[in-house]
């Protein structure tokens, strides 16, 4: 659960966004604080009064689907210079990108792999978002 910290007027209106869907507003997603039933990025926009304060994107990576659980996926290894490795036993992974903590897409990769390069990468904080036939999985990784 996402919690939006604003002090201000209790009118105030709010709108959460999914920043990795283009930010496309949330439908029913209007209240200070918000729960997703899927990993992601979001984000909220808080009005009061004809102004708008806008937080960025925030990570949910503890979200779960049983069904995408159990194909148990792993990202390694994790904090990396070099390569990165990924592997989801009981499901054949689609597509990987790796993408920066606001949602932006660095680089995609939609064929089979053995390693990833993240040398070419700054060093921080990344999320690799893995796609397979059971859903989306997205998980954090540090470039040292």
Same mark, same amino acid.
């Given at each position: ?91 054949? *992974? ?43 999985? *997205? ?6």
């Amino acid at each position: 659960t996402l919690t939006a910290n604003y002090n201000g007027n209790p009118t105030a209106l709010y709108q959460w966004y999914d920043c990795l869907n283009g930010n496309a507003p949330i439908n029913g997603a209007n209240g200070p604080t918000y729960t997703s039933p899927n990993n992601g990025l979001f984000s909220v926009t808080v009005f009061d009064s004809g102004c708008e304060f806008s937080a960025p994107c925030e990570a949910v990576l503890s979200a779960s689907n049983e069904e995408f659980d159990n194909a148990i996926v792993r990202v390694y290894p994790n904090p990396s210079s070099e390569f990165i490795s990924v592997v989801a036993l009981n499901a054949s *992974i689609e597509k990987v990108e790796i993408l920066s903590l606001s949602g932006q897409v660095i680089s995609t990769y939609d064929q089979s792999f053995d390693q990833i390069s993240v040398s070419h990468l700054s060093k921080g904080l990344y999320l690799v978002r893995l796609t397979t036939e059971k859903g989306s999985h *997205i998980q954090k990784v540090v470039k040292d």
